[in-house]
């Protein structure tokens, strides 16, 4: 009798086995739980028929060899062929974007000798788009996404979206204008605490700078006062910095009055924080 329970004594765990088996456990799980890769498409914003730059990063715990996503493209927006390339995040990465269909845009990298990308965030790829004569706001909404680790497997924890943001109606474009017009810049953009509005006017003027938001209600109204033909920089009034929020887009209008106080040009950028 004493024989048998020491043979089935030799078969149970024992206290210290099972709280090390507990904690192994739970460290996988905790491991698991934790890991965050997340693809991201970042907002674009242009003006009817511009050429801009998009951008996708990854934000990643898990290192990764590879990525496809697949993203929808608005009526009267074009991919850019050839326009295509990794970031200096990428080694020895090959990027390549297709057009599947009339409007989906397919792209994918991978590493042919199985090389990871470097660092834990940042772009990923870069492309160009063509805007067409549209206006408004539209959703750049990612699907079909992977992100491929040394195994072929997809470690995707989630997705982001971006918006491109075209001119809405009723503004005029700085692009429409000859090159004698006004011009409006602002620096840098996205704005920090503090950023340079630089601008371009054809003859005597008084010059109003007006802060709008996206639903086009004003939120800023700042006089500069009389400027003679010429370009000028200075600081973006303080009170329109304070008036911005984060993750929200704005236009910055500016408009250049004549002596007997007519408006006379219209300008607008969009800026964001």
Excluded: W
């Excluded at 060899?65 to 009267?76: K, T, W």
């Excluded at 990794?86 to 269909?101: P, Q």
């Excluded at 699907?143 to 075209?166: K, M, Q, R």
């Amino acid at each position: 009798m004493n024989s048998f329970r020491t043979k089935q004594q030799d078969f149970e765990f024992s206290p210290p086995d099972m709280k090390k088996l507990f904690i192994l456990i739970f460290v996988l799980v905790l491991t698991t739980a934790g890991a965050q890769n997340v693809m991201i498409i970042h907002h674009a914003f242009a003006r009817p028929g511009d050429t801009i730059a998009v951008s996708a990063s990854i934000a990643n715990t898990d290192r990764f060899i590879s990525f496809q996503f697949d993203l929808p493209l608005p009526e009267n927006v074009s991919f850019l062929t050839n326009s295509i390339h990794v970031s200096g995040r990428g080694t020895n990465h090959t990027a390549i974007g297709n057009m599947v269909g009339s409007n989906l845009l397919r792209i994918f990298s991978y590493s042919p000798n199985n090389t990871a990308f470097q660092g834990n965030s940042g772009d990923v790829v870069l492309f160009q788009l063509v805007v067409g004569n549209i206006r408004g706001e539209f959703p750049l909404i990612l699907s079909n996404c992977i992100i491929g680790d040394s195994l072929s497997a997809n470690i995707l924890t989630g997705a982001e979206n971006g918006l491109l943001s075209v001119f809405p109606l009723g503004f005029n474009d700085q692009c429409d204008k000859s090159e004698d017009q006004t011009k409006l810049t602002v620096f840098p953009n996205p704005v920090e605490d503090h950023a340079t509005v630089s601008f371009t006017v054809a003859g005597f003027s008084e010059v109003d700078l007006i802060l709008i938001n996206q639903d086009g209600r004003m939120l800023v109204n700042t006089n500069l006062g009389n400027f003679e033909k010429g370009s000028y920089s200075m600081e973006l009034p303080k009170e329109m910095i304070v008036a911005l929020n984060p993750g929200k887009i704005y236009y910055l209008e500016m408009a250049v009055k004549s002596k007997a106080g007519q408006v006379k040009n219209e300008v607008s950028t969009v800026i964001r924080p």
